[in-house]
């Protein structure tokens, strides 16, 4: 696909070219939302990210560097927006959010949309960590059908949706849940919520998101480096460096070595054998990374 000069000139000439890519990850997301009907949003929009992170990679590698430190460095919504109710919905990424985003409008509410970041690795322990979600007083929803027992003494709520549903759909496994129906299951749950949550601002946000596996939608590995990947992540997306040397894989640009961990970048990945999960999340991706912010006011 063809970007935009605005946003080439943008990558190249704003001293934040991190902020430049999230701006334009919400572009294409959002334009694919209002143009595709549900079933086709992902697996359309999911190419249009392939290109993005493809001009990344193949031109301006040094982005991830800047994203990593972003994620560590930049402040969370937490921080940002103190005296808001914040729901995190666990492993939503701006796929969805720009869904939700077009029908929180279509109800009625004034909503807003930004992104914010993940940890490194992306994933919910060391996102926790990142925010200090044990000093932070949580409610929490690990059902699509208790979010009516859920009060507006917590600040912060916490769904377990939509991971446990991606976490459900593996390959060899019978699909009980598609990307589809995991969507209606966020939208139901979040819909509610804010009908039920009684404050001025109410914002909806994620731990991380999640890359898509299937064939097509990621990028190639020499034999040699498929190996070593295998031989030293098995099906996960990082390692600790301890007792581990995986130098050449750093400088193929295969992985990125940070903040104790070995890293999987961008959409390389390796094939496991038996059974694993189609939507996973640790590594140094664009849909990994960046987390939606939908801001309510009432």
């Avoid at 701006?23 to 993005?52: F, M, P, Q, V």
């Avoid at 914040?86 to 796929?95: A, Y």
Wanted: hydrophobic share 35%; charged share 25%.
């Amino acid at each position: 696909m063809e970007f935009k000069t605005d946003f080439i000139k943008s990558l190249i000439e704003e001293p934040d070219s991190v902020d430049a890519v999230g701006r334009e990850l919400i572009r294409l997301w959002t334009d694919n939302a209002r143009n595709n009907c549900l079933e086709e949003h992902y697996y359309k929009g999911e190419e249009s990210i392939k290109d993005l992170e493809n001009l990344l990679v193949s031109s301006y590698p040094e982005f991830y560097d800047a994203l990593a430190k972003t994620c560590i460095n930049r402040k969370s919504v937490f921080d940002l927006f103190p005296n808001a109710k914040i729901i995190v919905m666990d492993g939503m990424s701006l796929r969805e959010s720009t869904l939700l985003f077009n029908e929180i409008m279509h109800k009625g509410f004034s909503v807003k949309q930004e992104f914010n970041f993940s940890s490194v690795p992306s994933d919910t322990e060391n996102f926790r960590e990142k925010i200090g979600y044990k000093k932070r007083n949580f409610s929490t929803v690990n059902s699509e059908n208790d979010i009516n027992l859920l009060t507006n003494d917590n600040q912060f709520l916490w769904s377990y949706f939509p991971d446990i549903l991606l976490d459900k759909i593996q390959v060899g496994h019978t699909k009980i849940s598609s990307l589809t129906q995991m969507y209606g299951t966020v939208e139901k749950i979040v819909l509610s919520l804010i009908s039920k949550i009684e404050s001025d601002t109410i914002l909806i946000t994620s731990d991380h998101g999640y890359i898509m596996t299937e064939s097509g939608l990621n990028f190639p590995l020499d034999n040699k480096a498929k190996n070593e990947c295998q031989k030293a992540f098995g099906s996960k997306r990082y390692v600790s460096m301890d007792n581990l040397y995986l130098d050449n894989l750093v400088s193929k640009g295969y992985i990125k070595d940070f903040n104790g961990y070995y890293v999987a970048k961008s959409r390389y990945l390796w094939p496991v054998p038996g059974k694993y999960s189609i939507y996973i999340h640790g590594g140094l991706s664009l849909m990994e990374c960046f987390t939606p912010v939908l801001i309510i006011e009432r």
